[in-house]
């Protein structure tokens, strides 16, 4: 069965801090891994992975895959009161399926 | 707003009865999903079209809930018979073509059964 499992479950920083999110997985056929972020509402799209070593980054966020090791991580440099969510990880696996199975989520609090 | 919407955003109703929800995708985007999510968990999912046809299900949608997708645009959710351990954020999610893309969400219908 497929597993997907986010570190840590929850995280509490400062403002300023910069912090690293994990995803691991179990998955097989393994296709794509998501980042979304899900503050009281909708899950919103950060970024979509494919490959492995190619660094997405998009404003002072940053992902990256390693697809022999099994994770990715999910970096938020220089953090503020408006990155505190819950941040998501999902894959597509198998074949033909158009599921995406999600962990279950890493809470950041962001404190002034 | 040209994102996903759902209506009702919430929902309360009482053990047995049956209940309905919408969702209106991103215009043109031909796929559709329904997941659902509780508390302290991530998003899982019930089922998904690609135009009207509806081609997965999850194990998790039992034979109370129903889905449809007519038109190849908007599309319904029923659950009949509703039992408490229904109470869920209902999520729906819309994407543009084929193979894996990103799934953008609406803000989802909160079901509470009393």
Known sequence: EDKVVQSPLSLVVHEGDTVTLNCSYEVTNFRSLLWYKQEKKAPTFLFMLTSSGIEKKSGRLSSILDKKELFSILNITATQTGDSAVYLCAFYSGAGSYQLTFGKGTKLSVIP | ?114
């Open chain 2, 1 to 114: 707003d040209t994102g996903v919407s759902q209506n009702p955003r919430h929902k309360i109703t009482k053990r047995g009865q049956n209940v309905t929800f919408r969702c209106d995708p991103i215009s043109e985007h031909n796929r559709l999903y329904w997941y659902r999510q509780t508390l302290g968990q991530g998003p899982e999912f019930l089922t998904y079209f690609q135009n009207e046809a509806q081609l997965e299900k999850s194990r998790l949608l039992s034979d109370r809930f129903s889905a449809e997708r007519p038109k190849g645009s908007f599309s319904t959710l029923e659950i009949q018979r509703t039992e408490q351990g229904d109470s869920a954020m209902y999520l729906c999610a819309s994407s543009l073509g084929a193979g894996e893309k990103t799934q953008y969400f609406g803000p989802g219908t909160r079901l509470l059964v009393l």
